[in-house]
């Protein structure tokens, strides 16, 4: 591994510029910065998720094997490239989304971001996934991005969505269908 950090704070970057991870200079507001900065962002959501009760040991074990590739995946947009996800990681997202939708009922309403605490985190992981994935396209018009990369941030999001609708049913809660009736706060 490289160099590790004896202090935290080197004043390097006061005038708005950070290092990436081969060394050369960029502004803090790249897209570059910005794409692994949202993975890095959605990896500590993840955390949140992991950190919410009852959460089920499948579940758990799998999202901890994704923050670990997550935190693979910052590294691959740090260092202009630098490899990390593979086309199988893509594939085993897949696999995963498989196995736990296969247990869902078909969706014939839309749901809300909620369905109890885990099941709510979850939703806001898959947001924030979502936001990485448009950061990381926005990267790829200007630089090179491989497509795995981009397509591992789109099955993930799709997973955390189904992840949800699994913990809203693990914490008894279930989902929350839209109702197109309910535009307005109740009086």
């Keep these: ?50 950190a919410a009760p009852g959460v089920p040991e499948d579940v758990r074990d799998l999202l901890t094997a994704i923050q670990h ?30 196995r736990y939708n296969a247990g869902l009922p078909p969706l014939k309403d839309f749901i809300l971001p909620a369905g109890g605490e885990a099941a709510a985190r979850c939703h806001l992981a898959r947001t924030i996934v979502r936001r990485a994935e448009r950061e990381a396209v926005a990267l790829s018009r200007a630089e090179a991005v491989r497509p795995q990369a981009l397509r591992y941030l789109n099955r993930l999001s799709d997973l955390l969505f189904v992840l949800a609708r699994v913990l809203a049913r693990a914490d008894g809660q279930g989902e929350v269908l839209w109702r197109r009736e309910r535009r307005h706060a109740p009086d």
């Design 1 to 50: 591994m490289g160099h590790r950090l004896s202090k935290i704070y080197t004043r390097t970057g006061d005038d708005g510029s950070t290092g990436l991870g081969d060394g050369t200079r960029t502004g803090k507001d790249a897209p570059r910065v910005a794409a692994y900065g949202t993975v890095d962002e959605a990896n500590s959501a993840i955390g949140v998720v992991l």
């Design 69 to 98: 590739q997550l935190f693979d995946l910052g590294g691959e947009l740090c260092i202009p490239g630098h490899t990390a996800i593979t086309d199988a990681d893509v594939e085993a997202l897949e696999r995963h989304l498989d």
